[in-house]
């Protein structure tokens, strides 16, 4: 009996030490660029970058409501529907920064997918550029050489966190060299 619970404890001790080790190291090869948690565009729900979007190739854009640009989110979601089973997605961050965008998170919502169809994750509200930008947003700016200079700036990051690319906003998501840039950024 005593050797078979020696045993037995010493199986839990090796298989739990196996699992924080395994957690570890995942928890290691989350690029830094997702090292973040955002709030869902008008909700208090969270969401963990890098639990919901490691191994993703994706399309950061800081969006706004009321920009001549605002179109582009019916270019942006026909990326996102193409693309997504591919491992890719578009992620949407409202900005104040420019000052066309809306300061109730209910509207910007409601414009999005009521006006847009918009399916693709949208986020809390952030600034991003200056002093105040969301450290995300610094990351982007830093990894590229440039913060956006207007609203519907596009950065293009690979599944290993980096930033391929940055577009500005008059990219429009059906350029067929963006369009083939994306393609290119999903084999890598």
């Known amino acids: 009996m005593t050797r078979f619970t020696f045993s037995k404890t010493v199986f839990a001790a090796i298989t739990l030490s196996t699992a924080l080790i395994s957690t570890n190291v995942q928890a290691n090869e989350c690029p830094d ?19 919901e979007f490691q191994g993703k190739t994706l399309l950061i ?20 529907s193409d693309f ?13 920064d420019f000052n066309q965008e809306d300061q109730d ?5 409601e414009l ?6 918009v399916q693709f994750p949208m986020f809390e509200a952030v600034s991003v550029r200056g002093d105040d930008a969301d450290p995300l947003y610094r990351m982007l700016a830093e990894q590229s ?5 207007w609203n519907f700036y596009k ?18 998501p059906g350029d067929e060299d963006f369009r083939a840039d994306i393609e290119k950024a999903l084999t890598l």
């Open 33 to 51: 660029l997702l090292k973040f948690v955002k709030r869902k565009l008008n909700s208090q729900e969270t969401v963990n970058l890098c639990d």
């Open 61 to 80: 854009v800081n969006t706004a409501s009321y920009c001549g640009f605002t179109p582009q989110f019916e270019g942006l979601e026909a990326l996102y």
């Open 84 to 96: 997504k089973d591919r491992d890719f997605a578009v992620l949407g961050f409202p900005s104040h």
């Open 105 to 109: 998170e209910e509207k910007t919502a």
């Open 112 to 117: 999005c997918e009521l006006t847009y169809g």
């Open 145 to 149: 050489g440039t913060a956006p200079k």
């Open 155 to 172: 950065y293009l990051v690979d599944k290993n966190g980096n930033v391929v690319d940055s577009y500005s906003s008059f990219t429009k």
